[in-house]
């Protein structure tokens, strides 16, 4: 295929012409966002389940399945998306119903949701880093990098994108946990950017990067083995004969990709959000850093609960790292054909 590409479809170095990185940005974002779409009520019931037995209490949900019924019991379905879509009927939410009342119509105003803020910050980032250097790095005839080559760059993208979504990932844990709070001590965000205003103007900017490093350690472990065993599983099932590059094969190498990740990231992924959401408690706040997290965790609550909540994160990280590379990929070739084509 290199050696008929015309030159139109070729850079002056040989390699493929591409789209420009504006693009890849803006693809790794709307990628994100749409599988955002579909995932969001487990993110809700993984920070939940993370939450839960909190400080030597009694886990106030045994399962998974037990988190959500009692979510949608205690809070009705519009509470799994909490965090997600902030919708405020002038003063006056939905209460007692799927539906807005006749006379508060008109006010309606749909937010932003924290998660889709999250995923227009993070996901755009760490993706359009990634691929960027990825194409950057492949050699001439086509050559994709190595292994520990593509975890460097999953590392480096995860470790920038995380840095720049830490608030919006505030937000959201806040918003996400805010239900299981008693109703004196909830926060009552109405969307994600009346948190980051209240966050900053109650207890500062640098709030705003409340656990910053975790979430940074986080991505770093999320990130190289997410994009690495994504590009891995993907190549080895390409090189075995039995897929070729459609939906499929972007499908399981998606689901292997998943579950490498939560198994990897998750001891990581509590310690970021008990942070996120802990309290000052006679001025000082509850956790010193993430090993302060981890290892009480681990003293009052068990070894295992470290990967407490590890269902519905891979319930939501499979399906989310299915969608968010199937769109990618559905875009990128859109994008080749309509543009690059020629």
Partial sequence: MAATASPAASGMDGKPRTSPKSVKFLFGGLAGMGATVF????????????????????????????????????????GIYTGYWGLRLGSRLWV????????????????????????????????????????????????????LLKALIGMTAGATGAFVGTPAEVALIRMTADGRLPADQRRGYKNVFNALIRI?????????????IPTMARAVVVNAAQLASYSQSKQFLLDSGYFSDNILCHFCASMISGLVTTAASMPVDIAKTRIQNMRMIDGKPEYKNGLDVLFK??????????????????????????????????????????????
Avoid at 201 to 207: A, D, F, K, L
Avoid at 315 to 341: C, D, W
Wanted: charge should be positive; aromatic fraction near 12%; proline fraction near 6%.
């Fill in 96 to 147: 007692g119903s799927s539906r807005p009342r006749p006379d508060v119509l008109t006010p309606l105003l749909l937010r932003l949701s924290a998660g889709l803020l999250r995923q227009a910050t993070y996901t755009t980032t760490r993706l359009g880093i990634y691929t960027v250097l990825f194409e950057r790095l492949t050699g001439a005839d086509g050559t994709p990098p190595g292994f």
């Fill in 200 to 212: 900053t103007r109650e207890e500062g900017v640098p709030t705003l990067w409340r656990g910053c």
């Fill in 297 to 342: 965790v681990v003293r009052y609550e068990g070894f295992f609960s470290l990967w407490k909540g590890f269902t519905p994160y891979y319930a939501r990280l499979g399906p989310h790292t299915v969608l968010t590379f199937i769109f990618l990929e559905q875009m990128n070739k859109a994008y080749k054909r309509l543009f690059l084509s020629g």
């Fill in 39 to 78: 995932v969001q009520p487990l993110d809700l019931v993984k920070n939940r389940m993370q939450l839960s037995g909190e400080g030597a209490k009694t886990r106030e949900y045994k399962t998974s399945f037990h988190a959500l019924t009692s979510i949608l019991k205690a809070e009705g379905l519009r």
